[in-house]
């Protein structure tokens, strides 16, 4: 079945540096979608990536797919303690899947003061 | 608070019991999804309802495991003969028509003693 791998598994920065982590799927996705999960709550939606190379950013967050369509990246610039949390990248299978997402393991990011 | 709303928000039982969590929806969205999620990983797909019809469980999803979506709105998920490898957070998530964002639920903690 589909796998999403996703690295570093965690990451631990001084405010103000920047944060990368990278996502790779087994196989081709019709898009990749990106949560956040602050400690001891739930994902919530940052962005999705339909088209093959896409490029988007919000704010400090700048997310990329790749034109395979089988891997993404988010790079946050300048961290500040209010990015603490779990980033997870989501992949949905293109075909009949319903929307049915494929999570990564996420990675968790600490932001020292 | 017009999001998705999960009861009970923790629920501990002994090995053997029969549980059900109960998925409250955004109204207007007519996509609900299960996910399993334990710690350090990524949520799990486990199964979706488009409307009242459930389309698609995974493998994951045993016997013991069963779902319903009875008038297209509400949720409910049941365990019968919960296992200690049952305890996981679970989460109910909604979408609405062809949008890409799953709108998640704070989760059902199931701790089987």
């Known amino acids: 079945g589909q796998q999403v791998m996703q690295i570093p598994q965690y990451q631990h920065v001084q405010e103000g540096e920047d944060f990368t982590t990278y996502c790779n799927s087994s196989t081709t996705l019709s898009n990749i979608q990106w949560y956040k999960q602050r400690p001891g709550g739930h994902p919530v939606f940052l962005i999705q990536l339909v088209k093959s190379g896409e490029v988007k950013k919000q704010k400090r967050l700048t997310f990329q797919f790749g034109e395979a369509k089988k891997n993404s990246s988010l790079h946050i610039t300048a961290t500040q303690t209010t990015d603490v949390g779990t980033y997870f990248c989501a992949g949905e299978a293109g075909g009949t899947s319903y929307g049915k997402l494929t999570f990564g393991q996420g990675t968790i990011l600490t932001v020292h003061p | 608070d017009t999001g998705v709303s999960q009861n009970p928000r923790h629920k501990i039982t002994k090995r053997g019991q029969n549980v059900t969590f109960r998925c409250d929806p955004i109204s207007e969205h007519n996509r609900l999804y299960w996910y399993r999620q334990t710690l350090g990983q990524g949520p799990e797909f486990l199964t979706y309802?488009?409307?009242?019809?459930?389309?698609?469980k995974s493998r994951l999803l045993s016997d013991r495991f069963s779902a319903e979506r009875p008038k297209g709105s509400f949720s409910t998920l049941e365990i019968q003969r919960t296992e200690q490898g049952d305890s996981a957070m679970y989460l109910c998530?909604?979408?609405?028509?062809?949008?890409?964002?799953?709108?998640f639920g704070p989760g059902t903690r199931l701790t089987v003693t």
């Open positions: 998530a909604s979408r609405r028509g062809q949008s890409y964002e799953q709108y």
């Open positions: 309802f488009q409307n009242e019809a459930q389309l698609e």
